[in-house]
């Protein structure tokens, strides 16, 4: 009786492990998949491949110049939509080219595929994170030069300014979208409880005062835990207000200012208010349990960029809108963070470069532009093509762009090149900041210090 | 002194000639050497050597270390880390050593009549769970919005690495619980026995008889959990990520040589300063096993029972 009991106890922890390792295993296999349907594809020709004496380049030859690409990519979110929608449609047009797309997690992308590039194992069209990370991968030589492509002409400047060298001669990547922040509200809240769309800074706190003085609903769905909500949908959501957008961040970066000037002090000033608004316990609310309180309707207001805007089609039950961050008076210039989020590159060590190239020049197209903007609406085509938006939320961040200076976030370029890294203490002093462990005083401080400590720039001034 | 030499030498020579080294032993242990090297002290040797270069393959010396100490650009990391993981094996140390005897010591009383294999498999279950299912069991129990403490333990600075550590002795308790099973089973009833005819209470039993005798197993297991918690890392990075926060204070050598090595969101990977970070661990760990092994093993007295 005991024994069988011991044994059971032993089976469902073997269970148990199994189902962890074997989520592990489902991931290899999906990022496999693709591998084994050449495997299928070839395999008729098996025959004909012993008889050439398994000779490799004949093999490729044998299986009807079929090309297998596959996409890096840290947009584990969107594998649905490549595999339905936007593969099939190029394979349609390229019935040689077999794309499939192979998704690592964000927080691991980066890493993943440094050892892969690094290890020769990566695939042959790699997602482009904006800036430096892929400035870093171009000049180790991962990434290849793609000033030549055709379709390149297809974008401006500032779309291709994140994937360009600092002499802005050679281009690597080729822009798909940006993604703009603002905040996602819940309209049906908003209406029972009495509020207006704010568009003042006086007029968002008296309507956060309204929604927590009513108590139904959280008025600020965000926690600080992972940080990065803290930085990139808070400080860089409300801060190019402060600094006028592209003067701030320029300014910083030739240093003629310092995060230590008032601008950025009263970005921090504001933020600290947001924490009396915030769930309780927010210091441990991570990020997906700020989405699941948005949009199992407990909270009024999403601090969001328009990357939210599919997941909450999906899942929010309720009427939406989004407002653009507040100014500070009516009728001030309002500056928004359209930031260029994700692009396309071509891995040097591809050897299918020239589909891989037909590929590329199939993203600048307008077709492209138009299919991915619809089926991720939140992700902003920055292409020159006129893309016609379905999503009324969608269109609303859009709209913005019309109304109001756009700029990047400021610790992209180039300033997050050194050590201590700007971006990681971004995160942390924007967390500790609307913690309140540390004033936004003594939190520019540590930033200004960070930057001086190796940014010339920043030390002579 | 000529005689004694002699003597040795005499034993020496005889012995040479009587044993032969056995081929077979060879055979054995040669593909467990093979692949050890291959896999363990070959890589361990190339990460000495790369925290001596730099990224582009120059040879640099010691500068890279010099980052680490005070003045340099990873010195107040590597400090804050190095902190922090001494008050995380501190808690492993005071919190499950003790406990884990105590469980021990009741699964061995004869107040448990029935089902002692029960508890012992239930307490240590956790031990083979995986690191990132217990966080996320953890995270879910402690989350202020669907948890049940509404107080952000992990979100505070003050209670978010022992809430941390208190969740790896969780999950490891059972492997000193175990090892200390072991030993008290071990001691002899006749040893206690003659201490209770010689009136000893229950406590000087404990105090005078078992204790001692399982003083050279609390090494052992320390020095287990040492190396370990050192180590360290999946926790806190499925839990905090590779931030490791808030503001730094969950983070640990094992999530500082991630973002050195690997990089982390803008932050560029380093293959050198992730080598000097391995390395500065290699050599934490070594000091420690030092300190065990000349000031505790050597001292510590092992009974024959």
């Known amino acids: 009786m005991k024994r069988t009991f011991t044994w059971m106890i032993a089976i469902v922890a073997v269970l148990l492990i199994a189902a962890a390792c074997s989520s592990d295993d489902s991931s290899d296999t999906t990022a496999a998949g693709g591998d084994e349907t050449t495997t299928t594809a070839a395999g008729g020709d098996e025959t004909t491949t012993t008889a050439a004496g398994g000779d490799e380049t004949t093999t490729t030859a044998a299986s009807g110049d079929t090309v297998e690409l596959v996409i890096e990519s840290w947009r584990n979110d969107d594998l649905a939509i490549w595999e339905d929608t936007i593969i099939p449609a190029f394979e349609a047009q390229n019935p040689n080219i077999k794309v499939s797309f192979a998704p690592t997690a964000p927080a691991e992308y980066n890493a993943v595929l440094q050892g892969r590039l690094e290890g020769g194992t990566a695939g042959d069209l790699i997602t482009c994170r904006p800036f430096d990370a892929s400035l870093d991968l171009y000049d180790a030589g991962h990434l290849a030069d793609i000033t030549d492509l055709p379709g390149m002409e297809n974008f401006s400047s500032v779309a291709q300014s994140a994937w360009i060298t600092d002499d802005g001669t050679q281009k690597f990547c080729v822009p798909m979208a940006s993604v703009i922040h603002g905040f996602i509200y819940n309209a049906d809240a908003f209406a029972e409880v009495g509020v207006d769309v704010p568009t003042t800074e006086d007029e968002f706190f008296a309507a956060l005062d309204a929604i927590k003085a009513d108590g139904t609903y959280d008025a600020l769905a965000m926690g600080t835990a992972d940080q990065w909500e803290a930085a990139t949908m808070g400080f860089q959501n409300i801060g190019p207000n402060y600094w006028k957008g592209e003067e701030g961040r320029i300014g910083l970066i030739e240093g003629t200012e310092k995060f230590t000037d008032q601008q950025y002090v009263d970005t921090y000033n504001t933020l600290a208010r947001w924490a009396d608004y915030m769930p309780g316990g927010f210091e441990a609310i991570a990020y997906p349990d700020s989405q699941a309180l948005f949009t199992l309707g407990g909270a009024a207001i999403y601090p969001a960029g328009s990357w939210e805007i599919g997941l909450f089609n999906e899942q929010a039950e309720f009427a939406m809108g989004a407002f653009k961050p507040p100014v500070k008076a009516a009728g001030d210039t309002c500056y928004i963070s359209d930031h260029t989020d994700i692009a396309l590159g071509l891995n040097a060590a591809s050897p299918n470069a020239d589909a891989a190239k037909t590929f590329l020049s199939w993203v600048a197209s307008d077709e492209f532009a138009s299919m991915y903007a619809n089926s991720l609406p939140g992700f902003f085509s920055l292409s020159n093509h006129e893309v016609t938006m379905d999503d009324p939320l969608a269109q609303e961040f859009l709209s913005w762009r019309g109304d109001c200076e756009s700029t990047i976030r400021n610790s992209y370029q180039i300033l997050s090149r050194g050590e201590p890294n700007l971006e990681n203490e971004l995160w942390a002093v924007s967390a500790t900041v609307i913690n309140s462990t540390a004033t936004p005083e003594a939190g520019t401080a540590i930033l200004q210090e960070g930057l001086e400590a190796w940014y010339p720039p920043q030390q002579s001034g | ?305």
Do not use: C
Request: hydrophobic share 55%.
């Open chain 2, 1 to 305: 002194m000529t005689t004694t030499s002699t003597k040795t030498d005499v034993v020496r020579g005889t012995s040479t000639r009587r044993w032969r080294f056995p081929g077979y032993v060879a055979v054995f242990l040669g593909p467990a050497l093979i692949i050890y090297t291959m896999f363990m002290v070959y890589p361990l040797l190339d990460s000495l050597r790369l925290s001596l270069f730099s990224d582009e393959g120059a040879f640099v010396g010691l500068a890279n270390f010099r980052e680490l100490l005070p003045g340099g650009s990873l010195s107040s990391s590597f400090w804050n880390a190095l902190g922090n993981n001494f008050v995380f094996f501190a808690f492993h140390f005071l919190v499950q050593n003790p406990v884990g005897l105590f469980l021990a010591v009741l699964l061995t009383q004869h107040l448990l009549k029935r089902g002692r294999g029960t508890y012992r498999t239930l307490i240590f279950s956790p031990t083979v769970l995986s690191v990132v299912i217990v966080g996320f069991i953890w995270q879910l129990i402690l989350s202020p919005l669907w948890g049940v403490v509404s107080t952000p333990l992990l979100g505070l600075t003050s209670t978010a690495l022992p809430t941390l550590s208190l969740m790896s002795v969780w999950q490891f308790v059972g492997i000193p619980m175990m090892f200390f099973y072991a030993v008290l089973v071990g001691i002899p009833q006749d040893l206690i026995e003659a201490a209770r005819v010689d009136g000893a209470s229950g406590w000087t039993i404990f105090w005078r008889i078992i204790f001692p005798l399982l003083l050279p197993m609390l090494g052992i297991i320390s020095i287990i959990t040492y190396i370990a918690n050192l180590n360290a890392f999946d926790l806190i990075y499925s839990v905090q990520g590779a931030l490791a926060g808030p503001e730094f204070s969950t983070d640990i050598m094992g999530t500082l040589f991630y973002r050195s090595f690997f990089g982390f969101q803008l932050q560029a990977g380093s293959t050198a300063m992730g080598a000097t970070v391995a390395t500065a661990m290699f050599i934490v760990i070594l000091l420690g096993v030092l300190v065990y092994l000349f000031g505790w093993a050597k001292r510590v007295e092992t009974y024959e029972l």
